[in-house]
């Protein structure tokens, strides 16, 4: 394994050793041509400068050898890059046919990525080792990219058509995607984590709908706050977010709604909020939730209902308990 260098991180995927190769051939071509020029232009400037003050140089005649060599050696160079860089470039933009195919979506500022079985994660791109994954692409609304810099692999990601980008990784372990487009405020924190497993460990996380199968309602609800992003709005400690905090949310009595009327927070409320929060807002806050979380499965919202229950010390007599146990499909 290659630990990286001041220039380049690890490599962990199949094609980052040639990618490397060639940034290294430009960078010591250009390191020799810099001291060469450099060292040349030192060394002539010392030895003709002008050593009185009626001195007048020699008229400069023709060299045929070494103009003909500033020409072919530069061409010879440029051309040795662009073969080596375009056969890269042809690799990278084709996946191998047996390749294991993952659906990104990009959205400000999440990644969410979904599995050929319904698996669907937020922010975490699970991956197997020795195996080439496909990535296909698309974004709801601007302009994102997506960048594995341990891959070396980067392609835009747009709205209204799919783009694609392949790898296959070579060293299991977690690292870290980049969103390299700027697309808006919080740019910069629009990362994910990516876990290359072992063939075997990674059927089986796929399988489980990413290792909650059998978790109990609130402990799911836990997973899906970071998985499905709720953690960048919503904190758990009473703090203030764009979104209002679930400490203490549920059970409310007189929570107030930005028309100026009340609501209880029950879980028929905390299910509206989720799946439409667009019909009831919030007293201070703007409209800015995401609409899309209308695509969780049943038992994904009853476990955050069960996850916000849990987070607040108040209960509510009747009618707004969320149905515990009900563990539905695998999602
Ligand atoms: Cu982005």
């Not at 990601?157 to 700027?182: H, I, N, Q, S």
């Not at 984590?193 to 990674?202: I, L, M, S």
């Not at 549920?250 to 930005?258: A, F, R």
Request: hydrophobic content about 35%.
């Amino acid at each position: 394994m290659n630990d990286g260098t001041i220039w380049l991180p690890e490599q962990a995927s199949t094609l980052a050793p040639e990618i490397d190769a060639l940034f290294y051939f430009v960078y010591w071509t250009s390191i020799v041509l810099f001291v060469g020029v450099v060292g040349a232009m030192l060394y002539f400037a010392y030895k003709y400068r002008r050593q009185h003050p009626g001195e007048r140089p020699a008229p400069v005649k023709e060299n045929k050898l070494l103009e003909i060599s500033w020409i072919v050696i530069p061409t010879i160079l440029v051309l040795i890059v662009f073969t080596w860089g375009f056969q890269s470039f042809v690799k990278m933009g084709t996946a191998p046919p047996n390749s294991y195919e993952i659906t990104v979506t990009g959205e400000q500022w999440n990644w969410s990525f979904t599995y050929p079985n319904g698996t669907s994660i937020t922010n975490e791109l699970h991956v197997p080792v020795g195996r080439p994954v496909r990535l296909k692409m698309s974004s709801s609304d601007v302009i994102h990219s997506f960048f594995v810099p341990v891959f070396r692999t980067k392609q835009d990601v747009l709205p209204d058509r799919y783009t694609y980008l392949w790898f296959e990784a070579t060293e299991t372990g977690t690292f870290k995607a980049f969103c390299t487009e700027y697309c808006g405020t919080q740019h910069s924190a629009m990362d994910a984590k990516v876990v290359v497993h072992e063939q075997g460990d990674f059927q089986q996380w796929v399988k489980t709908g990413g290792g909650v199968a059998d978790m109990p309602p609130a402990e799911y609800g836990k997973v899906l706050y970071e998985r499905q992003g709720c953690n960048a709005c919503h904190s758990l400690d009473g703090s203030d977010g764009t979104g209002p905090t679930w400490q203490g949310l549920y059970g409310t009595k007189n929570h107030p709604l930005s028309g100026g009327e009340t609501v209880t927070v029950d879980a028929n409320y905390l299910r509206e909020s989720i799946l439409q929060p667009g019909a009831k807002i919030a007293a201070g806050y703007g409209n800015v939730m995401p609409s899309n979380y209308n695509s969780l499965s049943e038992r994904q919202v009853t476990s955050l209902i069960a996850f916000m229950k849990q987070q607040s010390d108040k209960t509510l007599d009747s009618g707004g308990a969320p149905l515990e146990g009900s563990a539905g499909a695998a999602q």
